[in-house]
T-cell receptor, first 118, second 114 residues
Framework: NAGVMQNPRHLVRRRGQEARLRCSPM?????VYWYRQLPEEGLKFMVY????????ESGMPKERFSAEFPKEGPSILRIQQVVRGDSAAYFC????????????????FGPGTRLTVL | DQQVKQNSPSLSVQEGRISILNCDYT??????FLWYKKYPAEGPTFLIS?????DKNEDGRFTVFLNKSAKHLSLHIVPSQPGDSAVYFC?????????????FGTGTRLKVLA
């Protein structure tokens, strides 16, 4: 049973280019979460998606960032016109159903994509 | 506004001894807490969790204690092993903005000395 897959593992972009980060959840998981980790900080929630639906994008910057989880294929986090401040590790997590107190389902994390903006 | 705080950025412990990692939170609405372990260049791995209706949860060498009145939780690892050397993150969820939204601390780097 493969874990959460993310690719690429490392991505280098120049300022102004686009970055596309992919996440394939664990088999049987229909909930996907994206987090960002800046250097020396904890992971920060960005967005929560289910198939073909964005449930909560409150942690995502209003401009340049978008996320999708299509019916078929991986979840994509897209960053347009990248700036140096976007350099970070981006982690995707998945769960079989909603996580939290009453479901006791943990989020399983992928290995992350380290984005470097030159 | 850091709602989940891990005030010790690093901790060194001798192999075989107890490791105690601490975490404080400010939001009294949090009702579910987790600990994750992270090795370099890997994603966080779930270790153990606790609901606010409990004050202790144990899984093998790992025990999490929750003190709701102090808004404090701790992770005990006994006995500590060199393979436990990693960064440990505590996380909380359950406030009104969404139980799925994990709020992470900044992590504590544990080094277990052989």
């Amino acid at each position: 049973n493969a874990g959460v897959m993310q690719n690429p593992r490392h991505l280098v972009r120049r300022r102004g280019q686009e970055a596309r980060l992919r996440c394939s959840p664990m088999k049987g998981h229909s909930h996907v979460y994206w987090y960002r980790q800046l250097p020396e900080e904890g992971l920060k929630f960005m967005v929560y998606l289910q198939k073909e639906n964005i449930i909560d994008e409150s942690g995502m910057p209003k401009e340049r960032f978008s996320a999708e989880f299509p019916k078929e294929g991986p979840s994509i986090l897209r960053i347009q016109q990248v700036v140096r401040g976007d350099s970070a590790a981006y982690f995707c997590a998945s769960s079989p159903s909603l996580t939290g107190t009453y479901s006791y389902n943990e989020q399983f994390f992928g290995p992350g994509t380290r984005l470097t903006v030159l | 506004d850091q709602q989940v705080k891990q005030n010790s950025p690093s901790l060194s412990v001798q192999e075989g001894r107890i490791s105690i990692l601490n975490c404080d939170y400010t939001n009294s609405m949090f009702d579910y807490f987790l600990w994750y372990k992270k090795y370099p260049a890997e994603g966080p791995t779930f270790l153990i969790s606790i609901s606010s209706i409990k004050d202790k949860n144990e899984d093998g060498r790992f025990t999490v204690f929750l003190n709701k009145s102090a808004k404090h939780l701790s992770l005990h690892i006994v006995p500590s092993q060199p393979g436990d050397s990693a960064v440990y993150f505590c996380a909380a969820s359950g406030d009104t903005s969404g139980t799925y939204k994990y709020i992470f601390g900044t992590g504590t780097r544990l080094k277990v000395l052989a």
